[in-house]
């Protein structure tokens, strides 16, 4: 499929660039989106809480006091979770919430979302990303003459510069990737997609 490629000031170059039907044009798999952030989501999670059992706290393990004829409650030992200072029953401890999605899943996946973004009219295209200087006013200036101000945007390209990463980083809502390091996460969380041309050849030979 055919569009066309702007400048990055936001005037029109006058040219079009193909995109991949495999890659920007399939029936978008929705489970496997789902798997694919819901795995990438559980893989950021550090899993360090962590609690102590009775076992762990400090304290003698001696029965405070006789089972009976005190008139109070009857207790074991002063690590018991019922009791200030004890141990905790049922708590966290340090685990591991990862979990692995295939290969080709993952590619579905990410194909899924570029082909749900193409279908929303949500990805532009241009030709290079042209920055002098890595001004974040430079980078508010490209957003907005391109019409996506104000929309939670990643930009792919296919050897983001040391300017673009400066210019992009202090914009909210923007999030400059490497092309073939964008992730399902962040293609879901994302309004609109920017991309140069040599980005799109990334994503073909990537995912075509």
Request: aromatic share 4%; glycine share 12%; net charge positive.
């Amino acid at each position: 499929m055919k569009v066309d490629v702007r400048k990055f000031d936001g005037s029109a170059s006058g040219g079009q660039i193909d995109l991949k039907k495999e890659v920007f044009g399939i029936e978008p798999h929705e489970n496997a989106i789902y798997l694919a952030v819901k795995a990438e989501m559980a893989n950021r999670r550090q899993g360090s809480a962590s609690t102590l059992t009775r076992g762990d706290v400090a304290g003698s393990g001696v029965k405070l006091f006789r089972q009976k004829g005190t008139g109070r409650a009857r207790v074991g030992d002063a690590g018991s979770p019922v009791r200030y200072g004890g141990g905790v029953a049922f708590g966290p401890h340090p685990r591991s919430y990862r979990q692995k999605v295939n290969r080709k899943v993952s590619g579905l996946a990410r194909k899924s979302m570029l082909s749900k973004l193409q279908q929303a009219k949500a990805i532009t295209v241009v030709e290079a990303f042209d920055l002098a200087e890595g001004k974040t006013r430079l980078m508010a200036q490209a957003v907005s003459a391109l019409g996506l101000q104000g929309r939670k945007l990643v930009v792919l390209a296919g050897a983001p510069s040391v300017e673009l990463k400066r210019a992009g980083r202090n914009l909210p809502g923007v999030r400059v990737k490497r092309a073939r390091d964008v992730s399902v996460r962040d293609l879901w969380l994302a309004d609109s997609v920017l991309v140069d041309k040599a980005g799109i050849k990334e994503l073909h030979a990537l995912l075509g």
